[in-house]
């Protein structure tokens, strides 16, 4: 376990029956939050009166991108662009499940431009399936995928249509989950996987986040799932990243790292405080490059 400053901080827990986790080295895409700010406001995190600063910003995001690196993960870089503060949350911008790329399309008008930059880092870096959605997409805030099958939210950002879109598109069974609390307005800040490589993946959510059905949903493909609580959600504690035995997370979830110990993996505590003024966390700065 390490915290913040490279420091280990130890957690003292028993795990008796926990399995022994297996990591796997991961590609990432991120995005240096060179022009964060927060100038507009598009999900109830966003208050464009309180200040933030761009130095922590890129503190704080050098830090995950360290963290990253030094679990033995391979980090590319995309090149920042002026008027686009929001461009720091790469997993906004692309699915991309066996080398195929599904790009995004933005709900805000101020993230619009993002898509377009991605499209051509996909081109330039080799990809040759790419192809740029229809309907409103916002990538893997709103697209997870458990190693089987891609978990997609609906009900602030992508457009439903944008679930059997990215089933045609990346060839995966699609799964819609109905998000129905605004400050959780993406399905990375609700729920994550912990574990996609094994036959039977798991996850952790917090169930509040999703309409009744969609709860249902979600028991009856996880029933083993690690449940967070309000305290872990508000802290945008799910906007976690897994390699199967690490979990890069908020220092501020607590309960959770607690939780995902004792099912035998190992939390790596990050500070990510700035960027969540902007209503984001360690996964939303990292987009996974499959295959
Ligand atoms: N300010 C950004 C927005 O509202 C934050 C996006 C966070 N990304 C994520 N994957 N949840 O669009």
Not at 63 to 68: F, G, P, R, S, V
Not at 185 to 211: G, I, K, N, T, W
Request: negative net charge.
């Amino acid at each position: 376990i390490f915290g913040p400053a490279d420091e280990p901080i130890t957690l003292d827990i028993a795990q008796p029956f926990a399995p022994a986790r297996v990591s796997t080295t991961r590609r990432y895409l991120m995005c240096p939050p060179r022009y964060f700010t927060v100038e507009y406001a598009i999900n109830p995190w966003m208050d464009p009166s309180q200040p933030t600063s761009t130095e922590l910003a890129m503190e704080q995001w050098t830090a995950l991108k360290d963290t990253y690196e030094r679990l033995g993960h391979d980090v590319s870089v995309i090149e920042p662009q002026q008027g686009l503060p929001d461009m720091v949350f790469a997993a906004n911008s692309g699915t991309v499940i066996d080398g195929r790329v599904l790009g995004s399309r933005f709900r805000a008008e101020q993230r619009a431009a993002e898509a377009d930059h991605f499209r051509r880092w996909f081109l330039e870096s080799g990809y040759k399936a790419v192809v740029m959605p229809t309907a409103v997409n916002e990538a893997e805030g709103d697209f997870t995928w458990t190693g089987q099958l891609l978990l997609a939210g609906t009900g602030f950002r992508t457009d439903p249509g944008a679930h059997s879109e990215a089933q045609e598109v990346l060839g995966v069974p699609v799964v819609s989950l109905q998000l129905v609390d605004p400050r959780f307005y993406h399905l990375d800040v609700a729920l994550f996987m912990l574990d996609d490589q094994s036959e039977r993946p798991l996850v952790a959510y917090y169930p509040e986040a999703f309409s009744p059905g969609s709860q249902r949903v979600l028991r009856r493909l996880f029933p083993d799932a690690v449940i967070a609580n309000d305290d872990d959600a508000v802290c945008l504690g799910l906007n976690a990243v897994s390699d199967g035995r690490h979990v890069v997370m908020p220092v501020e979830a607590t309960n959770l790292a607690e939780q995902v110990a004792r099912r035998g993996f190992e939390p790596v505590l990050v500070d990510i405080s700035e960027l969540r003024k902007s209503g984001g966390g360690p996964k939303c700065c990292t987009m996974e490059l499959r295959g």
